[in-house]
C-alpha cells in the first residue's frame, strides 16, 4: 500500500551542523509531497511541499527535492539553529485524494548549542 | 482569523465513557480531518470530510463517530472510550479547490486524552 518511511530519530546535532532526514515513499500515481514540522507542545505546520518530480521546496533555510527516480523527498538544511529542535514529519497525498495525508513515523531533531 | 480551533487540550476518561471532541475552523475550508497521534507511528487518519454533510472513513476509523452539519465544524464522537484511544487528536483543515491534493493542510493545537 502507499506509505512513507523516514530515518529513525532522534537526531542530535550541534548548532551550525548540517541536517539531512531521509524520506522515501511508496504510492500509486503521482503523490503530492510534503514536510511538516511540530514545535514542542504545538500541532503541526507546513515546512515546505514539492507537487510535481524534479520540484524543490525551500522554506527557513531548508530544502527537499521531488526525486522520482529514488521515490525520495530527503529534507536538508545547511546550518541548523537550536530553534529547529522539532519533530519532522515527511507526508504524501495522492492525486485525487486531497485532505487524506499519509504520514511517516516522525524523526525528532534536537540542536544543542 | 483564529484558523482551527480545538477543544479541550486534554480530557481524561474512563473505559466505557463517551465524549465528542470539538474542532472548529473560520477559514471557509471545505476539507476537514481528523488524525491521531501516537509514538513511533507519526498520523494516522480517522475521518474525513469533504464537505457538509459528507464524511468517510480514514486508516483508523473503528470506535469513533464523526458528523458534518456546518462547513465550520467537524467534531469527533468517541462512543466508548477504550485505552487504546489515548493518545493526541490533530484536526486539519484545507480549502479544497481543484487540485485538493497540492494544499497545504492546517493544523488544530491538538487535544491529549487519557482512557483510564
Known amino acids: 500500500g502507499d506509505s512513507v518511511t523516514q530515518m529513525e530519530g532522534p537526531v542530535t546535532l550541534s548548532e551550525e551542523a548540517f541536517l539531512t532526514i531521509n524520506c522515501t515513499y511508496t504510492?500509486?500515481?503521482?503523490?503530492?509531497l510534503f514536510w511538516y514540522v511540530q514545535y514542542p507542545g504545538e500541532g503541526l505546520q507546513l515546512l515546505l511541499k514539492?507537487?510535481?518530480?524534479?520540484d524543490k521546496g525551500s522554506n527557513k533555510g531548508f530544502e527537499a527535492t521531488y526525486r522520482k527516480e529514488t521515490t525520495s523527498f530527503h529534507l536538508e538544511k545547511g546550518s541548523v539553529q537550536v530553534s529547529d529542535s522539532a519533530v519532522y514529519f515527511c507526508?504524501?497525498?495522492?492525486?485525487?485524494?486531497?485532505?487524506?495525508?499519509?504520514f511517516g513515523q516522525g524523526t525528532e531533531l534536537s540542536v544543542k548549542p | 482569523n483564529a484558523g482551527v480551533t480545538q477543544t479541550p487540550k486534554f480530557q481524561v476518561l474512563k473505559t466505557g465513557q463517551s465524549m465528542t471532541l470539538q474542532c472548529a475552523q473560520d477559514?471557509?475550508?471545505?476539507?476537514m480531518s481528523w488524525y491521531r497521534q501516537d509514538p513511533g507511528m507519526g498520523l494516522r487518519l480517522i475521518h474525513y470530510?469533504?464537505?457538509?454533510?459528507?464524511?468517510d472513513q480514514g486508516e483508523v476509523p473503528n470506535g469513533y463517530n464523526v458528523s458534518r452539519s456546518t462547513t465550520e465544524d467537524f467534531p469527533l464522537r468517541l462512543l466508548s472510550a477504550a485505552p487504546s484511544q489515548t493518545s493526541v487528536y490533530f484536526c486539519?483543515?484545507?480549502?479544497?479547490?481543484?487540485?485538493?491534493?497540492?494544499?497545504?493542510?492546517?493544523f488544530g493545537p491538538g487535544t491529549r486524552l487519557l482512557v483510564l
Open positions: 470530510s469533504v464537505g457538509a454533510g459528507i464524511t
Open positions: 504510492a500509486t500515481g503521482y503523490p503530492s
Open positions: 486539519a483543515s484545507s480549502y479544497g479547490l481543484a487540485g485538493a491534493h497540492q494544499e497545504t493542510q492546517y
Open positions: 507526508a504524501l497525498t495522492l492525486y485525487n485524494q486531497g485532505g487524506k495525508l499519509i
Open positions: 477559514m471557509n475550508h471545505e476539507y
Open positions: 514539492a507537487t510535481k518530480a524534479d
